[in-house]
């Protein structure tokens, strides 16, 4: 079956530490991205990537850092930059424009 | 400064009986809206979308309604099933940004036996 997986589902990070979360696809969708949502809040984009070795910043990038070696991969780390890492992170990929994106089940964050 | 608002944190209706979620949008940019589904602990689902240049959409028990003057749009669901409780998110594109949707803070349904 196609889809997008994120791992792990529970991640927890200390003080100062860098943590990195996975997001692979298999649609062969071009487009990837990553959102974040805090309780009562909607989805805010983090970054995006619109092909392989090309990302954008989204509208909350600041201490978040991406890279796209690869179609099928586009992994995120939450860097000690990131005073509020406490979130659900969702992952999400598009075949083109973003008409319809497909979502990942998600990975909540927590700071230890 | 939020484009897209759902004013109602949440809506409970009885099974059977329709639910109507509403979505107010404040930049005219915007030109293509989408409703989607999200469970607890699970990421969203895409569930209907419509057209800047339409003012329906129906998919089965889904019907979207654009009213592009009121800058509004709401979703229909007849009939409401409990298998519907969940959070619903409103979500606009403007064609000038193909790769970026705007989000609302979403609108938490539940439905009654």
């Known amino acids: 079956d196609g889809g997008i997986t994120q791992s792990p589902k529970y991640l927890f990070r200390k003080e100062g530490q860098n943590v990195t979360l996975s997001c692979e696809q298999n649609?062969?969708?071009?487009?990837m991205y990553w959102y974040r949502q805090d309780p009562g809040q909607g989805l805010r984009l983090i970054y995006y990537?619109?092909?392989?070795?090309?990302?954008q910043k989204g509208d909350i990038a600041e201490g978040y850092s991406v890279s796209r070696e690869k179609k099928e991969s586009f992994p995120l780390t939450v860097t000690s930059a990131q005073k509020n890492p406490t979130a659900f992170y969702l992952c999400?990929?598009?075949?083109?424009?973003?008409?319809?994106?497909?979502f990942g089940s998600g990975t909540q964050l927590s700071v230890l | 400064d939020q484009q897209v608002k759902q004013n109602s944190p949440s809506l409970s209706v009885q099974e059977g009986r329709i639910s109507i979620l509403n979505c107010d949008y404040t930049?005219?940019?915007?030109?293509?809206f989408l409703w989607y589904k999200k469970y607890p602990a699970e990421g969203p689902t895409f569930l209907i979308s419509?057209?800047?240049?339409?003012d329906k959409n129906e998919d089965g028990r889904f019907t979207v309604f654009l009213n592009k003057s009121a800058k509004h749009l709401s979703l229909h669901i007849v009939p409401s099933q409990p298998g519907d409780s969940a959070v619903y998110f409103c979500?606009?594109?403007?064609?000038?940004?193909?790769?970026?949707?705007?989000f609302g803070k979403g609108t938490l349904l539940t439905v009654n036996p």
């Open positions: 999400a990929s598009s075949s083109g424009k973003v008409e319809k994106l497909f």
């Open positions: 930049n005219s940019m915007f030109d293509y």
């Open positions: 649609l062969n969708h071009d487009a």
């Open positions: 979500a606009a594109n403007d064609g000038g940004s193909n790769y970026k949707l705007t």
């Open positions: 990537s619109q092909i392989v070795n090309d990302f």
């Open positions: 419509i057209s800047s240049i339409k």
